[in-house]
């Protein structure tokens, strides 16, 4: 089967970093996604990786292991918006194949 | 960017009837849809896999004569969930994927309330 961990919640404080980790377990690796999703709404889009190494995209990061199977979702300069939470995803089978999430972090900025 | 709609955005049935949820990709051709499920503080569940002119695939434990789909065009799959129970109830999302594109984009989502 296909493990993708990350924690449940998070707490952080507005303007300040935060790190949230994703360790993965999969049978393929086609790439590693990550998404923010408000309540009630759908996933948006933030992050991909199919290399190893550090992605930067303006506030947001994301870094990849293959080897280890460990990837990190890095925010700066918090606002309050950024309360949401952050799902893992890995493509296990290729393009055209549905991902596999993990259950999300919910990640809570505080004042 | 690439935009995915879903009609309707909500709808609440009685429990035995059927609903039908629309998933369109507005601005290009999705050679490949996706239908997931969330519950509550759960994360999004693949539930079929949908390719314009074939049958769908079903991920295991999703029943296909529960859960029809038809993807009769580039830019529009269908998921009707037949003979509706209360434990049918949750947010389906869709997400489109345009050829060879590593990017899914999603939809609004559908929140099922069945009573």
């Known amino acids: 089967g296909q493990n993708i961990d990350q924690p449940t919640e998070m707490t952080a404080t507005e303007g300040a970093i935060v790190q949230i980790n994703c360790t993965y377990q999969t049978s393929g690796f086609n790439g590693l996604f990550w998404y923010q999703q408000h309540a009630g709404e759908a996933p948006t889009f933030l992050s991909y990786n199919v290399l190893d190494g550090l992605e930067e995209k303006g506030r947001f990061s994301s870094f990849l292991s293959r080897s280890k199977g460990y990837s990190y979702l890095l925010l700066k300069e918090l606002q309050m918006k950024d309360s949401a939470s952050y799902l893992c995803a890995v493509s296990v089978g290729g393009g055209a194949d549905g991902l596999t999430f993990g259950k999300g972090t919910h990640l809570i900025i505080q004042p | 960017g690439a935009v995915v709609s879903q009609h309707p955005s909500w709808v609440i049935c009685k429990s035995g009837t059927s609903v039908k949820i629309e998933c369109r990709s507005l601005?290009?051709?999705?050679?490949?849809m996706f239908w997931y499920r969330q519950f509550p503080k759960q994360s999004l569940m693949l539930m079929a896999t949908?390719?314009?002119?074939?049958?769908?695939?079903?991920e295991q434990g999703v029943e296909k004569d529960k859960f029809l789909i038809n993807h009769a065009s580039l830019t529009l799959s269908t998921l009707t969930v037949t003979s509706a129970h209360p434990e049918d109830s949750s947010f389906y999302i869709c997400?489109?994927?345009?050829?060879?594109?590593?990017?899914?984009?999603f939809g609004p989502g559908t929140r099922l309330t069945v009573l």
């Open positions: 949908s390719n314009e002119g074939s049958k769908a695939t079903y």
């Open positions: 997400s489109a994927i345009s050829g060879r594109e590593y990017e899914q984009f």
């Open positions: 601005d290009f051709q999705a050679t490949t």
